[in-house]
């Protein structure tokens, strides 16, 4: 299994469990959580959940933000997703 596998994995795995607004008793699915998130599309979730995609690390944070992750470890350092949010809003505005 890739490295890019192994997030794509984890990322479906978080994402399954994440209720459906529209159905009852499903798992969201990557049309609603896309529909649901800014900057999120069906196609880039789908590519990532399969190991195909290399996303920057903006839509990483988008996707761990809709998929309810607070903090990443990445390179030793832990990221709060939340600020790093706010701090794209800020220099979009």
Do not use: C, W
């Not at 761990?64 to 990445?74: E, Y």
């Amino acid at each position: 299994m890739t490295e890019k596998e192994k997030i794509g994995k984890q990322v479906l795995k978080l994402r399954e469990r994440l209720p459906s607004k529209e159905y009852d008793k499903e798992k969201i699915s990557q049309q609603e959580l896309a529909d649901t998130n800014f900057g999120l599309t069906k196609h880039l979730i789908g590519t990532v959940e399969r190991g195909d995609a290399n996303p920057t690390l903006e839509k990483m944070m988008l996707l761990a933000k809709a998929l309810k992750v607070r903090k990443i470890q990445l390179y030793e350092i832990e990221i709060d997703v939340n600020k790093f949010i706010d701090e794209i809003n800020s220099e979009n505005n």
